[in-house]
C-alpha cells in the first residue's frame, strides 16, 4: 500500500494534567471511533433566523456528501477499521477497529491512565489524516475516553432532604404558576430531548411522582447511544441529574414526550448523543435539555468547534437548546484564580441558564437574587474564551473577559430557581429529595419553550436574537453576584443584561 502524507487535525489533542503515570494501551482491544464530515454547504443565515429546514430539507442540501463518506471509508478499509455506521444527517462515520490499527491510521499515539480505579486512553499528540481528507474531516472522536463533564446539581448542605424538611423548596409545577408560565397548554405534540451522561430512571418513581403531583404521568422513552444505557443505581449519584431532569420538564410540560438519549460520559459519546437527538426523524425533538459541561479550557478545539456546529444545525431545524451555566459561580469548578465559563453553555447557539435564589410568599416574589451561597454553590457566568461576541449581544453591554480581555460571547441568556436551599422536591430512587443547580433550570426552560411552542403552533428554535432585542420579556435580576474565585472576582448583577442571570427569568415570547 503506497504510504500517503498525512497532516494534523488542528485541534484535535490537549494534555491532561490529571493523565501523568501514562502506560502502554492494550494495542488488541476494539473500539469505536466517530469521524465528522464537512458540510455539502453553509448553512442559510435565514433558516438559523426563523425560516427552518426541515429534516429532509437539511439532509438533501446541507448534510455531509456520500462522495465524502466514501472516500473516509476506503482509508478506513485500507487501514483494517471496519464500518459500524455512516449518517449522513449527522455528518458522521462510526468505524470500529484495534487500537493498534487505529494509530497507525491517525498517526497517533494512545497511552492509558487510571483515575479513581478506572482506566481510560488519552493521546499524546495531535490526530493526524491523510492530506486527501483534511478538508473533508473536520473531527475524530473517541480515541481518547476520559470524562469529559459533570452534572450541575446540588443537594442542599447534608445531602439528601426530604420534601417536608425543606419548607422553602418547590414542586417544579409550584414554579412554573409563580413564574407566570403560560397556563391551558401542557407541551403537546412537542417532544423534549434530555442528554445524559450516566444514570438512570425507575418507572415506578416517574410514576409515583407525578400521581403525588395529581399530573398525568408524561411519555419517557430511553434511548441508547454508543452502548450508553437507562442504568439506575442509588440517589447520590447520576440518577439525581436524570430524575432532576424528567421530573422539571415533565411536570412544566406533561403532554410533551421525553426521549432520554443515554451515552457514555465521553466527548465522543456527548457529541453523538447531541446529534442523534437532533436529527432524531421518529421522536423529532422540538427542544433540547442538557444539564453537563465543563469549563472550556477543559475541551480540545474540535469538541468546542463540532459541538457548536451542530447547535448550529440545530437552530436551522427549529430546536430550541437549553443548557445549564454551572454551579460554582466565576471559577467554574477550576482552581487557578481565574474566571471560565461552562461548555456547552458558551456556545452562541444555545440558551444558557443561569441560577437564582427565590423567596416567595404563598404565590408572590417577595425576592429573587443571584445565586451564590459558596464558592461551590452558585450560578455560572461570564465572558468565552473562545466564541467571539455574537452578533445579537452587540447592544447588550457584554464586558471583556476578565483575565484575558477577550471580546466574547457572554453568559448566561436567562435565569430561573436553582439554589438547593430553595431548589426542587423531585423523586430518586425511592427517596424524596430537594435538588438545585442550574441543572434544574434547563428543563425547566425546555418545558417552557415546549408550552410556548404547543400555544404559538410552531417551533420556537434558536430564541436568542428575539431574547436579546426584545429584553422585556424576562424579569430582570438585579441584586448578587458570582464572583467565587480566589481572588473573588467575577461578576455583578445589574439592570439589564449580567453574566449572572442573563436578561432574567423568561416566562413568555
Known sequence: MEKKSNVKLAGSYKALPQAKKLKEADQEQTVEVTVRLRRKKKLPADAIMGKHLTRKEYETDYAAEQSDADKVEAFAHAHNLTTVDVNLARRSVILSGKISDLQTAFNVTVKTYRKASTNYRTLTGEIHVPDDLQDIVAGVFGLDNHPIARPMFQTPKGGIVSHAAAPQSFTPNQLAKIYGFPTGVTGKGQCIAIIELGGGFRTTDITNYFKGLKITTPTVKAIAVDGGKNSPSTANGPDGEVMLDIEVAGAVAPG???????????????????????????????????????????WTQQALDNFNESFKTASALGITICVAAGDSGSRDDETDGKVHVDFPASSPYVLACGGTKLTVNGTKITNEVVWHESTSSASGGGVSNYFPLPDYQTKANVPLALDTKFKGRGLPDVAGNADPNTGYQVLVDGQQMVIGGTSAVAPLMAGLIALLNEQKKKPAGFINPTLYSTPNLCRDITSGDNKTTSKKTGYTAAIGWDACTGWGVLSKL
Open 256 to 298: 410533551a414526550t421525553l426521549a432520554v438519549y443515554f451515552t457514555p460520559n465521553t466527548d465522543k459519546g456527548f457529541l453523538d448523543a447531541i446529534t442523534k437527538a437532533i436529527h432524531d426523524t421518529q421522536n423529532k425533538p422540538s427542544v433540547i435539555s442538557i444539564s453537563w459541561g465543563s469549563a472550556e479550557v477543559n
